[in-house]
């Protein structure tokens, strides 16, 4: 009998004819290549290294992806957890599914957006400030962890709270907006008696 549940469990998928499966592991290939085309090719194997040896590798920001830095005590005051585990779910929600690093040294998140987004969401970025809030782009760089490193350990490594399921799978800016007026709107709101 255990052999006949271990057969089960290693049934393939069966698609439809018209639907493309792509095992997991060629996403995350596929999704670190297409985060190391942000480096000029001489430095992608020198980023590479950084993943194995030390989990994170510095990336530049603005070129594929921006990032909005988003302090911790922000989604605290929307969940009213400090669980890691109950604040990466919340983001999933909050930004349906869209790519969240969390930096736990400083209880920062950064979700990842469209290069764009610093300059088209100017005049919000500016009134985030007042929160933390930053939206971070040319110029700027993210210490990204390596596609897998997907839990937090007890270690202050950054980990994707959010994991990036496929390249260029970014969270949309409205969401990240939406997001922030809400933490704002709790921060601001006195608690009733």
Known sequence: MPNDQWHRALRPVVADADVLVHPA???RLAT????LATLPASSRD???LDWEQHEVAMLPLGTLFSAVRIPGRLLTALTSSTHASALDEFLSDALDGGPVICNPRFLRYYALVPASMPKTWREAVD???V???DCLGNGSYLGVPRVGNVERTRTPTPYWSVPMDSPATLCRPLRVARLIAAARHCMTTEPSS
Request: aromatic fraction near 12%; avoid cysteine; charged fraction near 45%.
């Open 46 to 48: 020198p980023a590479r």
């Open 25 to 27: 592991a060629d996403r």
């Open 127 to 129: 009134d985030w400030r």
């Open 131 to 133: 929160l933390d809030v």
């Open 32 to 35: 670190e290549h297409w985060l």
